[in-house]
């Protein structure tokens, strides 16, 4: 594409001259989109737990991140950050998986109550090999999960634990009788059960869970199930240990063998752009990488079309979820910070990756119940980011927080016409789009502009009877270069601002999007 270099008032024939806050942005030739919102035609509702999240027992994540103990200089509730409480609350996070990940296989419950002083300290096998004092386990996290409103996903252990010590755990948690574990439950603290709904039953088994075969693993898993029960009031939703990456023969063994005492089939997905041995940087990187990163995360949409095929032929009747309990970009860890960590940056494209995933889950909505973002705080690409007493909110976090619109919307059908952003031999959609009604029936349409340079403009059709829109307003995440980021001198470099590039005039929506942006819009009237 063409290259035209602007003076600062100018506006040329297809080339866009945008201000996104303080700068200017000298955009290439803008890309074109066209959209038809079929909001006539609603689909299925947008689960709200696909904005969910995942805190494993790993690098900063736990400690640092969330738990600094009560006796911390750095204000805290009960043990845990208030200042990481206060961003939760304010995005509304669905649920919290714990404790892993590869830590829940070695995790054992009983480490992590009574006396904090008391607790045995046992070595992370999988995360550094780090000393790991239990002060963080059951009664913490599922007080974290009080202070923040999030519903506690617990991942049990079936690589190196046993159905006794899952069955316990259970109990432990919810049992509102008079057993010895409610009892042991009441001298730790906690008089009354908890409610827990979700219930991993492992994680990743194939690998870091126990190295199994698929066979092998569904055999276990109709055996732990058994023991996972239901008491006083509280309901499981139980989920199995599904594949990681492209490895969808687990999943197929899996939804064959396992028909019963199952509500959930897990898989995992990691954005690398390149291999695992080779991973590529988070800030500092060439174009070439943004195209990389971007081609890896919009492959999650084939992925959930072929795991949904599967999961039809086993369950035609769409009884069992799948669940994205791990997703997200990987890179090579922060420059002097321990590998083991996984601590990495996170910028503006992080957050366009965020926003077209998020737009793919809804495409999925029917069958996609539920995705955990690996990981919360100082781990991968986290939300939060942590150093002493000082936090800081990523461009992921700001996306959550805008894409809060959809939480349990109706899905509404969006046909994408865009064109593509190319360099080299790689080539993206332009723009990735999706659209769901609120309770209020306001219409939220998400547009994400792929392009690294180019600005993309959009015009979208909104197909529907008997509803007529009057207003349009909207927020808009951007930024001046591929890589900017927030970082504690200059936590606020990526924030949302209000969005004034959109018209709408009868059915017809017209917007302008920088490159690499995000937009949420809201369309109300009558
Ligand atoms: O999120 C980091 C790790 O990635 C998890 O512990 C594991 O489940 C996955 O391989």
């Not at 869970?209 to 092998?216: F, I, K, L």
């Not at 909110?393 to 939480?407: G, N």
């Not at 998400?446 to 009877?465: G, Q």
Request: aromatic residues 10%; contains cysteine; glycine residues 10%.
């Amino acid at each position: 594409m063409k290259r035209r270099v602007l003076a600062p008032s100018a506006s040329l024939f297809g080339v866009l001259l945008l201000h996104t806050g303080t700068d200017v942005v000298l955009a290439q030739e803008a890309k074109h989109a066209t959209l038809t919102i079929r909001a006539g035609e609603p689909g299925p509702q947008i689960s709200r737990h696909i904005y969910g999240h995942f805190a494993e027992h790993l690098g900063r994540c736990i400690y640092d991140g969330l738990w600094v103990g009560p006796k911390s200089s750095i204000p805290n509730t009960r043990g845990i950050r208030s200042d990481v409480i206060e961003a939760l609350r304010k995005i509304k996070i669905p649920n919290l998986r714990w404790p892993g990940g590869c830590f829940a296989d070695q995790y054992h419950w009983r480490d992590g109550v009574g006396a904090a002083e008391q607790r045995p300290r046992r070595v992370n096998i999988h995360w550094g090999g780090v000393v790991e004092d239990n002060s963080f386990g059951t009664h913490e996290f599922l007080d974290f999960g009080g202070l923040i409103g999030a519903d506690p996903y617990v991942a049990a252990n079936v690589g190196s634990g046993s159905p006794q010590e899952m069955a316990d755990w259970i109990e432990y948690m919810t049992f509102g009788g008079d057993s010895d574990l409610a009892q042991l439950r009441q001298s730790n603290g906690h008089p009354q059960p908890w409610k827990v709904p979700f219930l991993g039953i492992g994680n990743e088994n194939w690998g870091c869970g126990g190295r199994m075969t698929p066979e092998y693993y569904s055999d276990l898993y109709r055996r732990f199930s058994v023991y996972a029960r239901d008491w006083s009031g509280n309901r499981l939703q139980r989920i199995a240990a599904g594949p990681g990456g492209t490895e969808l023969h687990w999943l197929d063994v899996l939804g064959e063998r396992v028909k019963e005492g199952v509500q959930g089939i897990s898989m995992h997905y990691y954005t690398l752009g390149n291999t695992w041995q080779d991973k590529l940087p988070a800030t500092g990187f060439p174009e070439s990488d943004w195209y990389a990163v971007l081609r890896d995360a919009l492959k999650i949409g084939g992925l959930l079309a072929d795991a949904e095929k599967i999961m039809d032929k086993h369950d035609p009747t769409g009884r069992v979820g799948l669940y994205v309990d791990e997703w997200g970009t990987w890179y090579k860890a922060e420059p002097g910070t321990n590998p083991a960590f996984l601590y990495q940056q996170n910028t503006i494209r992080d957050a366009v990756v965020a926003g077209a995933t998020f737009n793919i889950f809804h495409r999925h909505a029917k069958r996609v119940k539920m995705a955990n973002i690996a990981q919360l705080v100082n781990v991968l690409q986290a939300l939060i980011l942590t150093e002493g007493d000082k936090m800081l909110l990523t461009p992921t976090y700001h996306v959550f927080d805008m894409y809060q619109v959809h939480h349990d919307a109706t899905f509404l059908p969006v046909d994408v016409q865009t064109d593509n952003s190319t360099l080299g031999g790689e080539s993206l959609p332009a723009v990735s789009a999706s659209a769901s009604r609120d309770a209020q029936g306001r219409v939220h349409v998400s547009l994400v502009n792929l392009d690294p340079k180019a600005a993309a403009a959009v015009e979208a059709r909104i197909v529907i009877e008997g509803q007529k829109f009057t207003s349009v307003s909207g927020r808009i995440l951007t930024a001046p270069a591929m890589d900017t980021h927030n970082t504690f001198d200059a936590p606020n470099r990526v924030q949302p601002a209000a969005f004034t590039g959109a018209t709408l005039q009868g059915s017809s929506l017209k917007a302008q999007l920088p490159p690499r942006s995000v937009v949420v819009l809201t369309l109300a009237g009558t």
